[in-house]
């Protein structure tokens, strides 16, 4: 199904497109198709005849440029990965002459966040083996950068929901010990700052685990220590908790300071009908019991980082600042193309999704966007700059089988999205006749 708003098709109207585009013509709304794949395969091919010249012609010489801002397909592809195929299925519509494109690689949770940190400033990746989320030895990694001593971490490295089995997900056991012993590395290394992403979790802990793992004790109510690594069962013993052995770098009267900061989702709240235990718990294998009113009190990893004085900051803000997400989009944009997992209600919630549709809408880019699925409430991400989005299934696919063929599906979400907007520019260069 694709799905457009107004304008979908129109490249970016300002100064420099008109100066570098003058004879770009600029066609009419596409309206809305909501039709079953196969109708919009045969749409899409019926279209292909009005294209007998290159795209070059097409657009009078003048190339599109176009924006490839994609995130991670969780479980499958990494934005990189995306990016790559994006690209490849805007190459099969698109010859050398008429296109240039640019691959802004970005992370809107889970691993890579770390690896591209260090790729951008220059570092070094270690490997490590902590404890993973369900108890068992993980292969995991952490990223320096020594200019400046900082470490950079991603939590779903340690605890992710990819480390948890599909039949082993139970938030009451699933542990964030291993994240701790990452921070722990960190520490001893001597650096003064350590940043850390806290997406793609599989735990619901609140970031006990980890404390116990810097070395704070929690306690019942008769002073015993609870079971470390027990995951979110134990935390309804919790009574005190003991800082008296906490990681001396931790400490109030440390003489070598640390900073910490945590890139999260800056809405997602504790506690309450939409605190994170009840919304996403069960994708980590909460069961209604479970997920009962009030189970969401211990929180998420964000609450036990607070704990130690953490810094919380907007993904947004952090890759604004870390990876200079602004100064790319100073730059015009004929069109944007973005891609994550799911667009649905929450896409519009913090997710960098949309924050990529503002700063394109402001600079006068069209943003289209690649869902693997769109769920309820995705129309929401209109008012957010997005004017049209699709998704990349063909049909009815397991979720094994959308694993395996994700590159595919993306290079052909791309393909079609692209021979669209060619369309609509031929209709554009019919209409000025």
């Not at 995705?378 to 063909?394: L, Q, V």
Request: aromatic share 4%; glycine share 12%; with cysteine.
């Amino acid at each position: 199904m694709l799905t457009t708003s107004a304008d979908v098709c129109a490249p970016a109207v300002g100064p420099d497109t008109l100066a570098s585009h003058p004879k770009l013509p600029r066609p009419r709304t596409l309206k809305t198709f909501n039709l079953p794949p196969q109708q919009v395969d045969e749409v899409l091919l019926s279209a292909s005849t009005l294209l007998p010249t290159p795209a070059s012609d097409i657009l009078g010489g003048y190339p599109l440029r176009i924006l490839i801002a994609p995130f991670g397909f969780k479980e499958s592809l990494g934005p990189e990965h995306v990016a790559d195929a994006i690209e490849a299925g805007c190459r099969k519509v698109l010859d050398e002459n008429s296109v240039i494109i640019r691959k802004l690689h970005l992370h809107d949770g889970g691993e890579g966040f770390s690896r591209a940190f260090v790729a951008t400033h220059g570092g070094t990746i270690v490997n490590e083996t902590v404890t993973g989320p369900i108890g068992v030895p993980v292969q995991s990694h952490l990223g320096f950068v020594h200019i400046d001593k900082t470490a950079v971490l991603d939590m779903a490295a340690a605890a992710g929901l990819r480390l948890v089995p599909k039949d082993s997900r139970d938030p009451m056991v699933a542990t964030t010990y291993g994240v701790g012993e990452l921070i722990k590395k960190a520490l001893d290394a001597g650096c003064t700052k350590i940043i850390i992403d806290c997406g793609g979790s599989g735990t619901s802990d609140g970031g006990a685990a980890m404390l116990q793992a810097l070395g704070v004790r929690l306690l019942d109510s008769e002073g015993k220590v609870l079971p470390k690594a027990d995951g979110g069962r134990a935390l309804s013993q919790l009574d005190k908790i003991c800082w008296c052995g906490v990681h001396p770098r931790l400490r109030k009267d440390a003489a070598k300071k640390v900073q910490i900061e945590a890139v999260c989702n800056i809405t997602n709240v504790l506690c309450g009908p939409r605190g994170v235990a009840r919304v996403y718990g069960p994708q980590k294998g909460a069961t209604p019991d479970q997920n009962a009113p009030g189970s969401g009190a211990s929180g998420g990893l964000g609450a036990g980082l607070m704990m130690l004085g953490t810094r919380l900051r907007a993904r947004s803000d952090a890759i604004n600042k870390h990876f200079e997400f602004d100064r790319v989009f100073e730059k015009q944009w004929d069109f944007v193309v973005t891609a994550e997992g799911s667009l649905d209600s929450q896409s519009t919630q913090g997710k960098m999704t949309t924050e990529v549709a503002r700063r394109a809408k402001r600079r006068g880019a069209q943003v289209v966007a690649l869902a693997g699925t769109i769920g309820e409430g995705a129309d929401g991400c209109y008012g957010a700059g997005i004017k049209g989005f699709t998704s990349i299934m063909r049909g009815p696919l397991t979720l094994e089988e959308v694993i395996v063929q994700t590159e595919n599906l993306v290079k052909d979400g791309a393909e079609k999205i692209v021979r669209m907007i060619m369309v609509g520019l031929v209709l554009g260069n019919r209409h000025r006749r």
